[in-house]
T-cell receptor, first 113, second 112 residues
Framework: GQQLNQSPQSMFIQEGEDVSMNCTSS?????WLWYKQEPGEGPVLLIA?????ELTSNGRLTAQFGITRKDSFLNISASIPSDVGIYFC?????????????FGKGTKLSVKP | EAGVAQSPRYKIIEKRQSVAFWCNPI?????LYWYQQILGQGPKLLIQ????????DSQLPKDRFSAERLKGVDSTLKIQPAKLEDSAVYLC??????????FGPGTRLTVL
């Protein structure tokens, strides 16, 4: 089945630093989404991408839909302590039923004040 | 706007027992999803409803898992009988627009 490889698995950064993480697929995806999950809570949608090459921002977060349709990137600028959590990429490939998202294993972000 | 509600938040059972989870989606969201999230993994879709009909249940272990959404609003997910490997967080999500899913807080199930 379709799989997503998300990297890095974890990151330990200093407050104020920029963060980059990415996700790659074994097949072409037509939708990419980025979620953040905090302990004891469900994932929260951060950014949704629907077109190859699309670059979308949400505050200090910027995500891009790769032009190959097999990858996506999330950048966080000037990190702050509340950015701590697990970031998941999710996507849907062609042929998948509407809404049938596949999730990566997550990038755990730790921010040191 | 109220979010997706789930109950209970935590459940501990013995293997071979039965358990049920409840979900109330965001008002007006026709599509409802149940996911299983094992520790250290991303969520995995179990079943998707559109109103009260099943759209996709290809990854639902139907020998022990069942789900229903009788009136197109609330939904229940049942496991009978539970196995040790069913220990996970069970997430419910709903959506108005395809793919932009809103998740509830989840139910953490521990099977002993």
């Amino acid at each position: 089945g379709q799989q997503l490889n998300q990297s890095p698995q974890s990151m330990f950064i200093q407050e104020g630093e920029d963060v980059s993480m990415n996700c790659t697929s074994s097949s072409i995806f037509n939708t990419w989404l980025w979620y953040k999950q905090e302990p004891g809570e469900g994932p929260v949608l951060l950014i949704a991408l629907y077109k190859a090459g699309e670059l979308t921002s949400n505050g200090r977060l910027t995500a891009q839909f790769g032009i190959t349709r097999k990858d996506s990137f999330l950048n966080i600028s000037a990190s702050i302590p509340s950015d701590v959590g697990i970031y998941f990429c999710a996507g849907r490939g062609y042929g998948g039923s509407q809404g049938n998202l596949i999730f990566g294993k997550g990038t755990k972000l730790s921010v040191k004040p | 706007e109220a979010g997706v509600a789930q109950s209970p938040r935590y459940k501990i059972i013995e293997k071979r027992q039965s358990v049920a989870f409840w979900c109330n989606p965001i008002s007006g969201h026709a599509t409802l999803y149940w996911y299983q999230q094992i520790l250290g993994q991303g969520p995995k879709l179990l079943i998707q409803f559109q109103n009260n009909g099943v759209v996709d249940d290809s990854q639902l272990p139907k020998d022990r898992f069942s789900a229903e959404r009788l009136k197109g609003v609330d939904s229940t997910l049942k496991i009978q009988p539970a196995k040790l490997e069913d220990s996970a967080v069970y997430l419910c999500a709903s959506s108005l627009v395809w793919d932009e899913q809103f998740f509830g807080p989840g139910t953490r199930l521990t099977v002993l």
